[in-house]
């Protein structure tokens, strides 16, 4: 009996013990947040009437794939809901083609395509499509690849258009020390 009532407190300081660490995690937690942080709200968005491959803005995304990926500048956009959107085109060495209209969302890490090229005159979009997160294999490597090398500056977007097609040519700039 005596060993029985010895153990009964040591099991409830582990229990109280354990029960005020979850509320000092809630609390700091709760404190985290921005009460007033607005919600996110994607903008409504229609593919491009047109785009073109002649001038593409090419990027390497890495080993593993013998695709030629590159962007149209002319469809680069940041929109004011923090989504960059562009006309991603895949080549293959024989020259078939793809075409995505993509979007890419620095701040959570995520891509969303908006709409595939038909090969013919048009879009096929569907509703359906939802954020991925961002990978550096698989079908979001491209866009991966985009947000390092220009796109994104850490989960924010690096300015305005013309600043990261400038980058995505030229490269980042090293850091001097």
Not at 4 to 20: E, K, Y
Not at 101 to 107: E, F, P
Request: charged share 20%.
């Amino acid at each position: 009996m005596t060993l029985a009532f010895c153990r009964l407190p040591r099991r409830l300081l582990i229990v109280s013990a354990t029960i005020c660490s979850l509320c000092l995690s809630w609390g700091t937690q709760a404190q985290t947040e921005d009460p007033d942080a607005e919600t996110w709200t994607e903008a409504q968005v229609s593919p491009p009437a047109t785009f073109s491959v002649d001038k593409l803005q090419t990027f390497d995304v890495g080993q593993g794939t013998s695709l030629t990926y590159g962007i149209d500048p002319n469809t680069l956009t940041v929109g004011a809901d923090g989504v960059v959107r562009y006309v991603l085109v895949a080549r293959s060495g024989s020259g078939a083609l793809n075409a995505l209209y993509q979007g890419l969302r620095c701040q959570t890490g995520e891509v969303k395509t908006y709409g595939r090229w038909d090969n013919k005159a048009s879009w096929n979009t569907d509703s359906k499509d939802s954020w991925q997160r961002l990978s550096s294999r698989g079908f979001t490597q491209p866009a991966m690849a985009l947000a390092r090398a220009g796109i994104c500056d850490g989960r924010t977007v690096n300015g305005h258009a013309q600043n990261i097609l400038r980058t995505l040519k030229n490269g980042r700039p090293k850091d001097i020390h």
